[in-house]
DNA sequence: CAAAACCGATAGTAATACTATTAAATTTGC
DNA sequence: GCAAATTTAATAGTATTACTATCGGTTTTG
């Protein structure tokens, strides 16, 4: 996996950005280490001035890159689901029986994440539970429309859009594609974080994903099985 | 259903607030107007400054009551659950089937919000709007935790609790049932946001409750039929 | 009817979320 | 290799937020 995408670079949309974060050591430090601030004090207590700080830069240094911390929090969650997306295809590429196809993309969408050292100033892990903690919070804002005009959730709902027609692939009479395919990305981070705040009503155990569960799901509600 | 519970009052952790705003007028059109003020502006925006200008009132008379917003809308939050969880039980009350008892109860947890009469100041429907928009804000904090300790929580994790045995008593075999009853719940909302703010992604028509798309999930999933 | 509780008003504080300006350092283009 | 352009760090400043503290006046209650 790494071989294959040693030289890859995730794109972002440039509405999201002031000046691109890749583009310069500085904004890869900013990138770096928001994540880990982020995951440390949380989206809610974080602030340019802290960020500042931990790089050895300025606050006003830091809004050359981003108009807000709204937006670099939009930023980290883009570069997840494109990452995520790109596992996907890689998953399913060269394989043509549509049930195994939907079986591998259950898989990549509701496993632990793993380091992928492709990417130096990026820690997947750490990210993927920023993704669980605070992604929820890059739309449920009242600008919500106005940053779904400007693109700023366009790979989301195109990593969206693959699971639905993936499904559908698997059984094109299924009336409920899009439900489902939401169900499964977006629950998987609900059913993630329920596991480490609120055991007694989480159905996972500590290092437990939610990949069984939604594969029982997807196959019994198409009336489907995976042949292994 | 309101004269059924005409004399019933819903009880909330008294953790939660300071000074319990069902013990006065003034706390009354606290909860009353914070709704409306957190459904025109937003969680992020309210401030006790502007709900006081709203009611006519001082931001240190709000603070009597609740030691900061997040309470707040912990407290809106399970008033919201806790009539929910009324519905619930009522609509099963003395039914014996318990595939019958299943279904109503996905229906009660995933319909549109209708407005409750029983309640003079507190308009459901817009609740609702602020449970949908800012409920996950409630719990996606770094003290989750404590307030979990403080029994924030607690009546939304009865619920959870409550629809995981309909539907143990449903299938004795599955395996799943906590994923499950946390994927029908929270995930409702999560469906009903989309189509307000994603349509290109939603399953659902603008009108549409995804009350269909749960019980085809549930009963798929659970491999039986409800005997209509 | 006195004590207690409640409420509204004012004042004050530290932190947040920025914007503006300036000067030094670095990069680049010819 | 040097001038011009860009980038960065530092400082200062503003309006707002999220509170806390205090103090009368009013209402409630025992």
Redesign the interface.
């Known amino acids: 996996m790494q071989k294959l995408l040693s030289n890859l670079k995730i794109t972002i949309n440039e509405n999201i950005f002031l000046k691109d974060p890749e583009s310069s050591d500085l904004g890869k430090r900013i990138v770096e280490n928001s994540i880990l601030l982020i995951d440390e004090?949380?989206f809610?207590?974080f602030t340019f001035k802290k960020l500042g700080a931990k790089i050895g830069s300025n606050e006003s240094s830091i809004y050359r890159y981003f108009e807000n911390k709204h937006n670099l929090l939009v930023y980290l969650a883009s570069w997840y689901w494109s990452w995520t997306e790109y596992q996907l295809v890689f998953a399913i590429n060269n394989i043509a029986d549509p049930l195994k196809k939907l079986d591998l993309a259950i898989e990549v969408l509701t496993k632990t994440t793993t380091l992928d050292s492709t990417f130096k100033h990026i820690d997947e892990v750490v990210l993927k539970r920023i993704i669980i903690?605070?992604y929820?919070?890059s739309?449920?804002?009242?600008q919500?429309?106005l940053d779904?005009d400007e693109g700023y959730?366009s790979i989301y709902?195109r990593l969206?859009?693959r699971l639905?027609e993936l499904i559908q692939e698997a059984n094109k009479d299924y009336?409920?594609?899009?439900?489902?395919?939401?169900?499964v990305i977006?629950?998987s981070l609900?059913?993630q974080?329920?596991k480490d705040?609120?055991k007694?009503?989480?159905?996972?155990k500590p290092n437990e994903a939610?990949t069984?569960?939604y594969k029982?799901?997807v196959f019994?509600?198409l009336?489907i099985s995976p042949n292994e």
């Not at 009336?175 to 169900?183: G, S």
């Not at 007694?200 to 996972?204: D, E, M």
Request: aromatic letters at 14%; proline letters at 2%; charged letters at 25%.
């Open positions: 004090i949380g809610d207590d903690n605070e929820s919070k739309y449920l804002t009242k919500v429309d779904n959730f709902k969206v859009i639905k009336k409920y594609a899009f439900c489902l395919a939401n169900t977006e629950g609900h059913q974080y329920l705040h609120f007694s009503i989480s159905g996972l939610p069984e569960f029982d799901l019994n509600t009336n």
